[in-house]
């Protein structure tokens, strides 16, 4: 005896393995994509080295809106924008346990000098020369190239 299932109930269930179906596929590829695919420490460190360098690059800017007297500008925010970039390096550095204290002193004296030379008062194109310096200082000791 033959059983007979309506085109509409045919449908329905061929929807129903369909999306059981796409959720168990979702799920394998999440349980094999967490098992296969760890942290990667060194990637996550250059990343931030990079991050540290290319914020130092965005104080030349700040600077000669500050020496030109743009409204809003003040050498307490280039001050507190310089101490907030060093808070950054340190946590870098903090996360890259493997960089040696060679690598760990020159970025910090990189860091020092930044902030030496944001509060010297220099003109801003030397400004900007020794800043450029410290972020490529940064750079090397994390292994990255400038630009994206």
């Given amino acids: 005896m033959a059983v007979y299932m309506s085109a509409a109930r045919k449908r329905r269930r061929t929807v129903i393995v369909a999306v ?11 349980v ?3 098992a296969t695919g760890g942290d990667d420490p060194v990637g996550d460190s250059r990343r931030d080295g990079r991050e540290v360098a290319a914020a130092l690059r965005t104080l030349p800017v700040e600077y000669e809106l500050l020496r030109s007297g743009a409204p809003g500008k003040s050498q307490a925010a280039l001050q507190d924008a ?6 950054d390096l340190f946590v870098a550095l903090a996360h890259a346990s493997w960089l040696g204290p060679t690598a760990r002193a020159q970025a910090t004296d990189a860091m020092k000098e ?15 020369d020794d800043i450029e310096k410290a972020a490529s200082s940064i750079e090397d000791v994390f292994n990255v190239v400038a630009g994206p």
């Fill in 20 to 30: 059981v179906a796409v959720l168990v596929g979702l799920a394998l590829g999440v």
């Fill in 32 to 34: 094999i994509g967490r």
């Fill in 82 to 87: 310089v101490d907030r970039i060093a808070d």
């Fill in 114 to 128: 930044a902030q030496r030379v944001v509060g010297a008062g220099e003109e801003p194109a030397q400004f900007g």
